[in-house]
């Protein structure tokens, strides 16, 4: 993600992976394709590359933008914990994961990422399927949504919030991020200007939910480091502190074994960069090697 499409961390990144001529590379998270342009100009002139995103819309993206690639890119409709299967008897040299939302996702008011324009309550990065947040905030009993607003946002004002929630959708039913955001920010009790806005952890709980990011992502990121070649990497860029644990926590066991750590602390965006792309600020990236 990033303003103007501009791929996060990827100097850092590439140096992770350490592409090579030829190699064989996996983008479980191809978005709109700016690391994995990279990958395969830095892998050619036969390197391949198995292209994966569960966003029709950014695959489609990306198939034009990596068209120059011809027959060394194959794109695929899929979430990235299906990268085992799609990789059939492929090992590869290297794997990169971008656990972020897009910014065609951010940018683009109808997908409903954000509250920074009004748009409808959608939120699914794969729209062919699943409930939308509107489902979720106007359906889910009082209690569980507290629970996942709580676990899912680290929002230490869960219940008051979930409680506004459901006095607002029995007036009217919650369509738009505009209506939901302001319910938020009554709730909240905390004041705008001042950091984050009121309705950023609502927003990343419901979001996180919605799209199952959680979801079986630790014993995901084992089996695909499993399906490394020998001195194969795995690179991995979070976004929020709950990701990044489970990441943390995969490598650290699988480090036990067969595998070495290539970062002991995750790999923080430079100064410049942040500066130069906000959504920045909070990508960690970490990385795994296979032993050789």
Known sequence: MGGGHEPVLLRETLELLAVRPGGSYADGTVGLGGHAVEVLRRSAPDGRLLAVDRDPEALERSRERLAEFGPR??????????????????????????????????????????????GPLDMRMDRTGGPTAA???????????????????????????????????????????????????????????????????????????VNRELEGLRPALEQIALRLAPGGRLAVIAFHSLEDREVKNAFRDLARGDFRLLTRKPIRPSDEEVARNPRARSARLRGLERAA
């Open 73 to 118: 890119v194959r794109l695929e409709h899929a979430d990235w914990r299906e990268l085992p299967a799609l990789l059939g008897d492929e090992r590869p040299q290297g794997v990169l994961l971008d656990l972020g939302v897009s910014s065609l996702q951010l940018d683009t008011p109808e997908r409903g990422f954000s509250f920074r324009a009004d």
């Open 135 to 209: 489902e979720v905030v106007n359906r889910m009993p009082e209690d569980e949504l507290a629970d996942v607003l709580y676990h899912f946002g680290e929002e230490r004002a869960s219940r008051r919030i979930a409680r506004a929630i459901v006095r607002a959708r029995q007036r009217v039913h919650l369509r738009t991020t505009g209506e939901l955001a302001a319910v938020v920010r009554g709730a909240s009790g905390r004041p705008r200007g001042r950091g984050l806005d009121p309705a950023t952890l609502t927003f990343q709980a419901l979001r996180i939910y």
